[in-house]
């Protein structure tokens, strides 16, 4: 085979840059301005209940309010996602997002807000949420050929918009007021609903089936049980979200104002959202052979995340670790949404990525619950020294999973 010969093959077994679909475009710009939004939401509505009088308190209220129905219903999005295809879903979800956050606006100007009504919207818009969430896997592998590339670039989109989000709000409350955020944030679901109307005829028809409701759940739980590498490493990462990412935030946060000041914090920070998007260019780069391995490698990584400030570390090697950590997330996170929509069949993707995130996430507000009494019993940097110890076995565990270690990049091609 001549030179010319194999630069060709190779050429053809690469599937083309998702950039050259326009649906990609679409759908690349839609959950860009819906991250956009969602990144600026936790400093608006924190701005919004403080300055309406109902303190810290009020804060965990209204933050509730909008997690619950996420948890709660996030398993019927899936569902609906496959009877009624994603991209309806999704429009419908991000319209009444949008309806809640003009609303919140509309109170905010009048003189006085109560509680009830901001945790009444956020309900309403953590319930759209749910309904939105489970679409997102099932969309990508429909607007592009090359999934790991395209996962990647939504990877970076996420830790751009995690940055920017926060800034723009902050930027908004300062020299416009709090309703006036609420607006962008609406504008922002409205341009994500515009840029997810075109998807239409996807190649995917919905489910005509006249299965009840709980057979359809039934039907998800069916595909993802079967499947040892999925649930195994759901397992696995529900733990994780309980003993690491809980209790890393929270506590994490409080020793790193404490040792390097608000301004190093939001540094360090910050160099954590440079690492996720160093890990996403990786993810759009290297193609491992067992994804799943490659992935879970890189999250040991992560581990330094909760092991800097427990060993009170200076601010530079603070900051390089927490390159390191967003690197290892954003690349496990590329490697995980590739091989979940690489082996899951199309017509029942959303109900299965409906089980992933509430599996991943349910467990997660409980170990933040739980981080600051343990913290008074037992000291914040012990117990993030423990939760950096238990990352690491975890991930160990998961790699001792024979299903998670032999799964290869696609049904077709076991790995080598």
Not at 16 to 44: C, E, I, K, N, Y
Not at 64 to 74: C, D, F, G, R, T
Not at 290 to 296: H, N, S, T
Not at 319 to 336: E, P
Request: aromatic share 10%; with cysteine; hydrophobic share 55%.
């Amino acid at each position: 085979m001549t030179m010319d010969e194999a630069t060709a093959q190779r050429e053809q077994s690469t599937p083309p840059s998702p950039w050259r679909s326009r649906r990609f475009r679409l759908f690349f710009t839609a959950r860009s301005t819906s991250l956009l939004a969602d990144g600026m939401l936790m400093v608006s509505l924190t701005t919004a209940v403080l300055g309406a009088g109902y303190g810290a308190g009020g804060v965990g209220y209204a933050l509730a309010a909008w997690m619950a129905p996420i948890v709660l219903l996030v398993l019927f999005g899936g569902v609906l996602a496959d009877r009624f295809t994603p991209q309806v879903m999704m429009v419908g979800a991000d319209v009444v997002r949008m309806v809640a956050m003009l609303a919140l606006a509309v109170l905010l100007i009048g003189s006085h807000v109560r509680l009830w009504h901001i945790m009444a919207l956020l309900a309403l818009s953590g319930a759209a949420t749910a309904m939105f969430q489970p679409g997102l896997a099932s969309l990508v592998p429909r607007v592009a050929e090359d999934i790991q590339r395209a996962n990647a670039l939504l990877r970076i989109s996420e830790a751009v918009c995690t940055l920017l989000g926060p800034g723009v709000a902050g930027l908004l409350v300062a020299y416009w007021n709090v309703a006036g955020s609420f607006v962008v944030i609406a504008a922002a679901y409205a341009l994500s609903a515009l840029g997810l109307a075109p998807l239409r005829g996807l190649g995917t028809a919905k489910d005509e089936s006249d299965d009840p409701l709980w057979n359809r759940l039934a039907t998800g739980w069916h595909e993802f049980r079967s499947r040892s590498w999925l649930w195994g490493v759901i397992a696995v990462w529900a733990v994780y979200g309980l003993f690491v990412f809980g209790p890393a935030l929270p506590l994490g946060a409080a020793l790193l104002t404490e040792q390097h000041g608000a301004s190093g914090y939001g540094w360090i920070a910050s160099a954590d959202g440079a690492g996720t998007i160093v890990g996403g260019l990786l993810g759009m780069r290297v193609r491992p052979a067992r994804p799943l391995v490659a992935g879970a490698c890189a999250m040991f990584f992560f581990s330094l995340n909760p092991l800097a400030p427990a060993l009170g570390w200076s601010f530079t090697a603070t900051a390089l670790t927490g390159v390191l950590a967003g690197c290892g997330f954003a690349f496990w996170g590329v490697m995980w949404a590739t091989s979940v929509q690489s082996h899951i069949p199309l017509a029942v993707l959303s109900r299965v990525s409906a089980y992933d995130v509430a599996g991943s996430i349910m467990v997660i507000p409980v170990g933040r619950a739980l981080a600051g009494p343990a913290a008074d019993a037992y000291g914040a940097d012990r117990v993030l020294l423990f939760s950096s110890v238990v990352g690491l076995v975890l991930i160990g565990v998961m790699l001792a999973v024979p299903a998670v270690r032999a799964l290869g990049r696609s049904p077709k091609e076991p790995a080598a």
